[in-house]
């Protein structure tokens, strides 16, 4: 069965303290695995697709990077505007679905 | 978001009575979805469709049923709503890199 675990469910940094996120998958034939950003009252926004292990991309202060089990959110020098709930997802060979983690919501203090 | 438009955005309702949320994309993607949004669950797939008049169930199925009459609309219908069906509802559309969700629906239900 595919699952998506992401931790720390929360985490509070200060302005410019940069940190991870992690998110443990198993699937059956990682078809990607997407990072998306969802502030309060708004659906999900799309930020990055991981195709294969070893691919990394950037956007922005975010890096996201990915091996066989996990993938990881690198936040470098945040600011207050990064805040928000940060979602991972997969998608395995078996469908078109995506199976969500839970999100972990990040606040970035001035 | 653009392309992807969901109505109503907030709807309260009673226990017993039918409920359908609309979800309208303008992109002509052939796969859409709907999830459901709650607190500690994360986003978890209801139905989802893959192409006009095809559809299948998600993972938390019960108490729902889709339709999908052209590729532009595909609607969700709560045939007897329950409080446990307090809920954001997105939906989603998939192309390209990335799956667009949209702004959500929240229902309550009383």
């Known amino acids: 069965e595919d699952q998506v675990t992401q931790s720390p469910e929360a985490l509070r940094l200060q302005e410019g303290e940069s940190s991870s996120l992690n998110c443990s998958y198993t699937?059956?034939?990682?078809?990607?695995l997407f990072w998306y950003r969802q502030d309060p009252g708004k659906g999900p926004e799309f930020l990055f697709t991981?195709?294969?292990a070893g691919e990394e991309k950037e956007k922005e202060r975010l890096k996201a990077t990915l091996t066989k089990k996990e993938s990881f959110l690198h936040i470098t020098a945040p600011k207050p505007e990064d805040s928000a709930t940060y979602l991972c997802?997969?998608?395995?060979?078996?469908?078109?679905?995506?199976?969500f983690g839970s999100g972990t919501r990040l606040l970035v203090r001035p | 978001d653009a392309g992807i438009t969901q109505s109503p955005r907030h709807k309260v309702t009673e226990t017993g009575t039918p409920v359908t949320l609309r979800c309208h994309q303008t992109?002509?993607?052939?796969?859409m979805y709907w999830y459901r949004q709650d607190p500690g669950h994360g986003l978890r797939l209801i139905h989802y469709?893959?192409?006009?008049?095809?559809?299948d169930k998600g993972e938390v199925s019960d108490g729902y049923s889709v339709s999908r009459s052209k590729t532009e609309d595909f609607l969700l219908t709560l045939e007897s709503a329950t409080s446990s069906q307090t809920s954001v509802y997105f939906c989603?559309?998939?192309?390209?890199?990335?799956?667009?969700f949209g702004s959500g629906t929240r229902l309550t239900v009383v």
């Open positions: 989603a559309i998939s192309g390209g890199d990335g799956y667009t």
């Open positions: 699937v059956s034939g990682l078809r990607g």
């Open positions: 991981l195709y294969s």
């Open positions: 997802a997969v998608r395995g060979d078996s469908s078109y679905k995506l199976i």
């Open positions: 992109e002509n993607h052939r796969y």
């Open positions: 469709s893959y192409g006009v008049k095809d559809t």
